[in-house]
């Protein structure tokens, strides 16, 4: 049962190279302008605004989702290969007591921003319930290009949301 709930939700959010953008129809903020924000993370004040020009992953996560744990590994790699090209940022709006912790385990080097009381992931998610892992990929001009709502597979995949987004990215 459960690995058909999977199933049924990948589905969902996937989208076939070609027709649309990740998340299009399924989730309101995708088209839309990103809506600014600063936040405050480990290494400083980190703003939207100062990083348009570059496309942006944003990464929503949680200390207690394995799967977004999972997830920053993946966006570190990705940060290391191809962080000329898109800017990634997460942003964790529960626990930040363990964030210090899980960063040091996982070496994240892409900046970690604390969201309290998930005003900032609440303005992009735009749900009655939040979920994580919560991937959105903002073009160079501030427009939210796709949204990706479920673990991310590998760099490869995330290469392929990101074309799919219309965020070319070159070896």
Same mark, same amino acid.
């Given at each position: 049962?459960?690995?058909?709930?999977?199933?049924?939700?990948?589905?969902?959010?996937? *989208?076939?190279? +070609?027709?649309?953008?990740?998340?299009?129809?399924?989730?309101?903020? =995708?088209?839309?302008?990103?809506?600014?924000?600063?936040?405050?993370?480990?290494? @400083?004040?980190?703003?939207?605004?100062?990083? !348009? @020009?570059?496309?942006?992953? $944003?990464?929503?996560?949680?200390?207690?989702? +394995?799967?977004?744990? =999972?997830?920053?590994? $993946?966006?570190? &790699?990705?940060?290391?290969?191809? @962080?000329?090209? %898109?800017? %990634?940022?997460? =942003?964790?709006?529960?626990?930040?007591? &363990? *964030?210090?912790? $899980?960063?040091? &385990?996982?070496? *994240?080097?892409?900046?970690?921003?604390?969201?309290? +009381?998930?005003? *900032?992931?609440?303005?992009?998610?735009?749900?009655?319930?939040?979920?994580?892992?919560?991937?959105?990929?903002?073009? &160079?001009? @501030?427009? %939210?290009? +796709? =949204?990706?709502?479920?673990?991310?597979?590998? %760099?490869?995949? !995330?290469?392929?949301?990101?074309?799919?987004?219309?965020?070319?990215?070159?070896?």
């Amino acid at each position: 049962m459960a690995v058909l709930a999977i199933a049924l939700v990948l589905s969902l959010l996937s *989208v076939p190279p +070609g027709e649309g953008l990740p998340g299009a129809g399924r989730f309101p903020i =995708v088209g839309q302008p990103a809506p600014q924000f600063s936040l405050r993370g480990l290494a @400083g004040d980190w703003s939207l605004r100062d990083h !348009l @020009g570059k496309p942006v992953i $944003i990464a929503f996560w949680t200390t207690w989702c +394995g799967a977004c744990i =999972v997830d920053l590994d $993946i966006l570190e &790699e990705f940060h290391r290969r191809y @962080g000329d090209q %898109v800017e %990634v940022v997460a =942003v964790c709006p529960e626990r930040w007591t &363990e *964030v210090p912790r $899980i960063l040091a &385990e996982h070496r *994240v080097d892409y900046p970690v921003l604390y969201d309290p +009381g998930a005003r *900032v992931t609440a303005s992009y998610e735009l749900l009655e319930n939040l979920r994580y892992p919560f991937t959105v990929f903002v073009d &160079e001009t @501030g427009r %939210v290009t +796709g =949204v990706w709502a479920v673990a991310l597979r590998d %760099v490869e995949g !995330l290469l392929q949301l990101l074309a799919q987004a219309g965020i070319p990215v070159v070896d």
